[in-house]
């Protein structure tokens, strides 16, 4: 069984910054794909960053590229996500993810992939 437990969310100011953290319990192997995803008012759920846990290479959408930093602690089991330059757009329920693969591209970026969520945590950025 894996938990996943996110921590980190809030209010700020747009151009503000905040780090989301997401501590995984349970075992977790290099050939695993951590995910943070994000879900606002009326929307579907939507990919925002992803990495692979062995080699560490990442991936972002667009929407958060530039501005968004996804990083792991091996040691700790906790994968992070750096927001900075907030926006009010980026307003949402953060929710990070595990998936059993080591792929990228599209596979990496859709909801279903992932096979264990958190409880999500909510970002607020005001104008």
């Known amino acids: 069984q894996v938990q996943l437990v996110e921590s980190g969310g809030g209010l700020v100011q747009a151009g503000g910054s905040l780090r989301l953290s997401c501590a995984a319990s349970g075992r977790t192997f290099s050939w695993y794909t951590m995910g943070w995803f994000r879900q606002a008012p009326g929307k579907e759920r939507e990919f925002a960053a992803a990495?692979?846990?062995?080699?560490?290479?990442?991936e972002y959408a667009d929407s958060v590229k530039g501005r968004f930093t996804i990083s792991r602690d091996t040691a700790k089991n906790t994968v992070y996500l750096q927001m900075n330059s907030l926006k009010p757009e980026d307003t949402a329920v953060y929710y990070c993810a595990r998936g059993a693969f080591n792929t990228g591209g599209s596979f990496a970026k859709r909801p279903g992939s992932y096979d264990y969520w958190g409880q999500g945590t909510q970002v607020t950025v005001s104008s």
């Open positions: 990495i692979r846990w062995g080699v560490g290479s990442t």
